[in-house]
């Protein structure tokens, strides 16, 4: 990419690229809803929102982890990244524009188009068109290579979380890593062979629809992560446990936009992009013409992330109905079976019997935590105990204790 845009800046009409990149057009931003649904489209797909890329790989984080410092460099590189590109993009169109005597805008392109035939095409009047060409789509491949394995831990951890991967040893589940190695090469399989369909002869037919219909679906799986953390579990809970393990408060304005603000965008976004995408009347693209069939499909693509959602929303375990009831008329029995934590870079905390009382210190060192949060589902009381501390707080039974379970006064 840097390579690129080094040689961009070095071509005749570069600067008129650039010009139409970065100069503001507030008209546009008013008269239309278009730019803010591509903006939408931009940072869902480059920063992975709405897929579980970002919450699969953070849970890999140690307990103690500034998740805090994490969430905001992670941002501001994914937004810097985007628009250093832009200088790559935007300075080659420029001097494609020169070069064949037109107006940027004229030969500005978006999607598949950009990438296989404007981008390529301005490449290719360079000294040396075929090293660039190379170099392009170098970084065009990896750029993929590593999109496919965020989304691939996102989908292999989220059937690890349902413990498809798990063996039951002395009634408890532990993680088998060849089932593991073998449910990530069955994933890779699948997404393979299902791939066919996009290098078919009317595969870019098949990649329009799948584009145009499928990011509604991950602004709805947005609101609805929204909906989870801010309304079922709690904001400001969320926010203390945050808080604690990070060293960092959470401000309450980022609360807000939890609850508020963000779920309200991405529902307004979304209604309008499913308005748009199914408002079409005898749509065509590349001269050909939207079937029934089609429509159908597209339908399916659209409600497809959600069926998986709804489906893991709560115990895994439960059957489906009762999965159902507990996502959509979530109850303060089912939220408290809700767990936001580090579960994975730590050793598994010991099974405790049940006694009356628990040394929580014991369990902190055992775990390599420095502090722990006792919940009760029970009361519904909490409490954060720092090792050597002691918690008052009064469990039943079936509560947990970093994934044992105990009773009486800890």
Not at 105 to 118: C, M, P, R
Not at 221 to 243: D, H, K, P, Q, T
Not at 276 to 299: C, Q
Not at 385 to 408: F, K, Q, W
Request: glycine share 10%.
């Amino acid at each position: 990419l840097l390579m690129l845009v080094v040689r961009g800046l070095t071509l005749e009409g570069s600067s008129k690229g650039l010009k139409f990149y970065l100069e503001p057009r507030p008209k546009d931003l008013v008269k239309s809803v278009t730019p803010w649904l591509a903006a939408a489209n931009q940072i869902i797909y480059s920063l992975g929102v709405g897929t579980g890329q970002l919450v699969a790989f953070g849970s890999y984080n140690h307990p103690d982890q500034d998740v805090v410092s994490d969430a905001i460099w992670i941002a501001l590189l994914n937004s810097f990244t985007s628009l250093f590109a832009g200088v790559a993009i935007f300075s080659m169109l420029g001097h494609k524009a020169q070069r064949d005597g037109e107006r940027v805008k004229d030969v500005v392109d978006s999607g598949e188009a950009l990438a296989f035939i404007a981008y390529p095409d301005g490449l290719s009047g360079l000294p040396g068109a075929g090293v660039w060409c190379f170099v392009f789509f170098a970084m065009l491949f990896s750029l993929a290579l590593d999109s496919s394995m965020a989304m691939l831990e996102s989908w292999v951890t989220m059937l690890g979380d349902v413990g498809l991967f798990d063996d039951v040893v002395n009634n408890t589940k532990v993680l088998n890593p060849s089932k593991r190695r073998l449910g990530v090469a069955l994933s890779c399989a699948f997404g393979f062979v299902a791939s066919f369909i996009f290098i078919t002869r009317p595969g870019i037919y098949w990649f329009a629809l799948v584009d145009s219909y499928v990011v509604w679906a991950v602004f709805a799986v947005a609101v609805l992560e929204c909906w989870g953390v801010a309304r079922a579990y709690g904001a400001r809970r969320f926010a203390a446990e945050i808080g604690a393990a990070s060293g960092r408060a959470i401000p309450t304005i980022v609360q807000s936009f939890w609850t508020w603000v963000t779920p309200g965008m991405c529902t307004l976004l979304g209604v309008v992009s499913l308005a748009l995408a199914l408002g079409k009347v005898n749509a065509r693209y590349e001269g050909a013409r939207e079937t029934i069939a089609g429509r159908i499909v597209a339908v399916l693509l659209m409600l497809g992330p959600l069926g998986v959602m709804v489906v893991g929303a709560a115990d895994p375990e439960a059957a489906l109905l009762k999965r159902l009831w507990s996502f959509f008329f979530w109850t303060k029995s089912s939220s408290a079976g809700l767990r936001f934590g580090y579960h994975r870079s730590r050793p598994p905390a010991e099974k405790l019997e049940p006694q009356k009382e628990v040394q929580l210190t014991d369990l902190s060192d055992d775990a390599g935590l420095s502090r722990v949060v006792v919940s009760s589902s029970s009361s519904g009381d909490e409490d954060v105990v720092d090792s050597g501390e002691e918690a008052d707080l009064t469990l039943a039974y079936d509560d947990d204790v970093a994934g044992g379970p105990v009773a009486g006064v800890v």
